[in-house]
């Protein structure tokens, strides 16, 4: 049987949150957009840059589980600097982290928090496929892990 190959035309993520008006406008700042659907207990915001189907599920599930962060790479460090920038001023704090090493990459980033503890990303890859460290300075991704590497 032969493969058929299919392009995808956005990803799709779907988060549960405590209070779907509090994430709202957090994704609002996040995204400059408004949410295309707003219904109770659910929005969706249908980004375009990047290509993304964005679910808000309001519920009693919300909270950390198996999701580890969420993310948007970009082309290089002034668009990073760019993205941190903007959100900046929709009243976000991001922080940010140059020169780091995660993923087996030099990367830089910055983050951001929703409401419900969820992390986001946005970051240029600097330099990739960097060789595998010994277990006690494993190269890992998340806000809470990644170092920024000495000049």
């Not at 709202?24 to 659910?42: L, Q």
């Amino acid at each position: 049987m032969a493969t058929t190959f299919v392009k995808a035309r956005k990803a799709h993520v779907a988060i549960h949150v405590k209070n779907v008006a509090a994430s709202i406008d957090f994704y609002r700042k996040v995204f400059g957009m408004e949410p295309c659907k707003v219904r109770t207990g659910y929005a969706k915001f249908d980004v375009a840059n990047p290509p993304l189907n964005f679910t808000l599920n309001e519920g009693a599930e919300a909270g950390h589980g198996a999701l580890s962060h969420l993310g948007i790479q970009v082309e290089s460090t002034a668009d990073v600097l760019a993205m941190r920038q903007n959100w900046m001023e929709r009243g976000l704090l991001p922080r940010e982290e140059m020169k780091t090493e995660c993923c087996y990459a030099l990367q830089d980033k910055a983050w951001v928090r929703d409401p419900d503890g969820n992390e986001w990303e946005v970051f240029a890859v600097l330099e990739d496929d960097l060789p595998e460290k010994p277990v006690a300075e494993k190269s890992c991704c998340g806000p809470d892990c990644c170092a920024p590497v000495a000049p």
